[in-house]
C-alpha cells in the first residue's frame, strides 16, 4: 500500500510539473447501452449524445481513450474516469474519454470469471469500433487499455482494420473520387498496460493480424512480476500462449516493417508484484518522455 501511494502521489507531481490544461472530459458506458456523458465544471458527469461528442470533436487536438479490466462497477468507473483526468488534465491539450464495459465480477468461480470477463471483452469491442468510425479522417487518437480492457481494443482495431480493408477495396474497384470515406483514416497511437492479450496473436492470419496495420506507434508496458498474467496461460490450459503484459508481443510471423511500431518497457521497477489499473495507469505517466509521444502526439525526443 505505501508503495501504491507514492505512485500516485509520484503521478500527481508530474501532472502538476508539466504545462497546458484540459478540462475536455467524457465518460462512455457500454453496459446496456451506449451512454456518453461530460464532466461540468464542478466535476460531475451530465448526459450528452454521440452528436454533441463528434460535432464538438477537433481532429487536430489529441483524443486519449482509456479503457479498464475486469471487475470493475459502473460506479468505480464514473470516479475513475474523475480521477485519472486529474491525473492527466495538466500533461498537455487533449480530450480525454474514460470508457467503461461489462466486467462485472460475476460468481462462476475465478478461472471462469476470467474466461467469461474476456468474451465480453471480444464483444463489447463493437462499441468501441463504431465509435472509431464516426471520428473525423486525420483524428489523433490514443487508446490506453489495461489488462481486459487491452483486448478490447485490440479486437476493435482489429475490426476496424478488417472493415477498412474492404472499403478501399471497394472504392478502388468503383473508382469513387468523392472523397467519402466509409472508414476514416485515423493517426492511431496504442498503449497496453498489463494487457491480458496472447502474445502470439499479432502474427499475420492471427486473431489480431491487421491491428499494426492502422496503428501508428505501439507500447507495450511489461512486468514480469505481475502475479495475475503469471496465471494467464492457465485459462486455456498449461502451455498456453503468455500474456503481452508479462512477456511482450512475440514478433514472430510479423512483417518487419509493422513490428517496427512495437516499443516495449519493463515497468516491473515502478510495479512490482502488482496488477491494478492504478499502479500500472500512474507508472506510465512516471515515463514522461513515452506519455507524451503515445498519448499527446508530441514525438520531440527531449
Partial sequence: MKKLFFIFTFCYFIAASLSAHADDVWFVDTRHKFEINQLDTNSKWTKSTLDEFIQTYNPNKPLIIVTHGYKMTYNEAKQFGIDFSKLTQNLGEHRFLFWSWDSEKESCG?????????????????????????LKSGGKVSL???????????VSLQQLAN???ISDDSENKNNKTDGKETVPTLKIRVVFLAAAVDQDQFGQNKKYG?????????LVNVNAADPALLLYPLLDGIGSPKAVGRRGINVAGIPKNLAEKIKSINVRPEIGVNHTFVS????????KKEFKKYALFDDNKK
Wanted: proline letters at 0%.
Fill in 144 to 154: 490506453i487499455g489495461f489488462s481486459y480492457g487491452a483486448r478490447l481494443i485490440s
Fill in 110 to 134: 475465478i478461472k471462469y470469471d476470467a474466461i467469461n470477463a474476456g468474451k465480453k471483452a471480444d464483444k463489447e469491442a463493437k462499441y468501441l469500433t463504431d465509435f472509431l468510425k464516426q
Fill in 163 to 165: 472493415e477498412k480493408s
Fill in 280 to 287: 500500472s495507469f500512474c507508472a506510465f505517466l512516471t515515463f
Fill in 210 to 218: 491487421n491491428l499494426l496495420s492502422i496503428t501508428d506507434e505501439l
